[in-house]
């Protein structure tokens, strides 16, 4: 998977870090909503350090099984000793691409959050996921629409950054603003009862407001490399993105978050 566009290793797992804390109520809700039951297995497609596949992990209780996947090395060896110090026994990882990925095994439920957006052909995965399914087996998806990225006061380097994102996606071959068509492509895959809602958290103080300049600059090497920006343009982008943070007045979002449910037939 060449297209992420966002930089992994040690810098990539703190925001990772931050990001679940800022939406982790957020993506509790939406998980509370879905009805999960004791002793399901689930699948988390792009899990990250696992914060969400520990999550499952408690709702499914001891019986429960839980497997989060990810392309990121680190990422799976930070998940796999938080899970170990929290003596979870029930919640495992593995390091797979998402089109790599093989299962032999059938799931009661599938979990992606902010892992399609990033893929030239996420209908493909999709695909692959419903025969992962059960009958009647749940799909839950968080993605972007990152053109609902918002700041206020209005900000020339926010919107600059936002812009920025956008463009580096496409040029990838990827879409910031996949949550849009989502529901479409879902059932265009085989899926069925496909519903959504929209989660948007935005902020005045905290460290909510960090995540634009720490993913601004988690992409900039790749927009550099795709001659998208320059070291100056960098710089100059990142400050305006610190100095509207720190100003006391100031609201900075994350992207609009489609929060989608939908089934497999049966």
Same mark, same amino acid.
């Given at each position: 998977m060449t297209e992420y566009a966002i930089h992994g290793g040690g810098e990539g797992s703190d925001r990772l870090d931050i990001l679940g804390r800022t939406i982790e109520d957020?993506?509790?809700?939406f998980l509370q909503k879905a009805d999960i039951a004791r002793a399901m297995t689930?699948?988390?497609?792009?899990?990250?350090i696992g914060k969400v596949s520990m999550m499952l992990a408690r709702m499914t209780g001891d019986q429960g099984k839980v497997l989060g996947v990810d392309i990121d090395e680190l990422n799976i060896q930070k998940a796999t000793q938080t899970a170990q110090a929290l003596g979870?026994?029930?919640?495992?990882?593995?390091?797979?691409?998402?089109?790599?990925? &093989?299962?032999?095994?059938?799931?009661?439920?599938?979990?992606?959050?902010?892992?399609?957006?990033?893929?030239s052909n996420p209908g493909l995965v999709l695909e692959k996921a419903l025969t992962w399914l059960n009958p009647g087996g749940k799909l839950l998806i968080e993605e972007t629409d990152f053109s609902g990225h918002f700041c206020h006061p209005q900000s020339d380097d926010f919107d600059r950054?936002?812009?920025?994102?956008?463009?580096?996606?496409?040029?990838?071959?990827a879409n910031a603003n996949l949550g849009q068509g989502l529901p479409v492509l879902l059932s265009n895959a085989g899926f069925t009862n496909v519903a959504f809602q929209i989660s948007q958290p935005a902020?005045?103080?905290?460290?909510?407001?960090?995540m634009a300049e720490i993913t601004f600059k988690g992409i900039s090497q790749a927009?550099?490399?795709?001659?998208?920006?320059? &070291?100056? &343009?960098?710089?100059?982008?990142?400050s305006g993105l610190i100095q509207h943070r720190q100003r006391e007045d100031s609201i900075m979002s994350l992207p609009r978050i489609f929060q989608i449910t939908t089934h497999a037939p049966g």
């Open positions: 957020s993506t509790r809700e689930c699948l988390d497609l792009g899990c990250g979870m026994a029930n919640v495992n990882f593995s390091v797979s691409d998402a089109y790599e990925f &093989e299962s032999d095994r059938k799931y009661d439920l599938i979990y992606s959050r902010f892992l399609l957006s990033h893929l950054y936002v812009s920025l994102y956008q463009d580096l996606l496409t040029k990838r071959g902020h005045m103080s905290g460290e909510g407001k960090l927009l550099m490399d795709e001659g998208l920006l320059s &070291e100056c &343009e960098f710089v100059e982008i990142q």
